[in-house]
């Protein structure tokens, strides 16, 4: 009797072992695709970061460009209504 309990006993934890070893695996697995999911997200970022310094350079450029302009003489003048469609157009697409 004792070497049945003692064989049931062994037959159950050998079933849990390989239930564990199966959660450990699917685990293992959802990490490693969360581990996968984070580094596209990651060159994502680095790429949009690439971007937004690119526009930011951009924009620095053409304040530069506007604040030069303003020294010019007769830059306060008024505009006839050709140069005044053609400003508008280009601030205003």
């Not at 159950?12 to 390989?18: F, N, P, R, S």
């Not at 006839?80 to 157009?89: I, K």
């Amino acid at each position: 009797m004792t070497f049945r309990i003692v064989t049931v006993i062994a037959i159950v934890a050998l079933l849990a072992a390989g239930v564990q070893t199966l959660r450990l695996s699917s685990t293992r697995e959802a990490l490693r695709d969360t581990q996968d999911a984070l580094a596209g997200q990651q060159r994502a970022i680095a790429a949009l970061s690439a971007h937004v310094r690119g526009l930011q350079a951009t924009a620095a450029h053409w304040r530069n460009v506007a604040a030069e302009l303003e020294t010019y003489e007769g830059h306060d003048e008024p505009l006839n209504p050709y140069e005044r469609a053609v400003l508008d157009r280009v601030r205003n697409p």
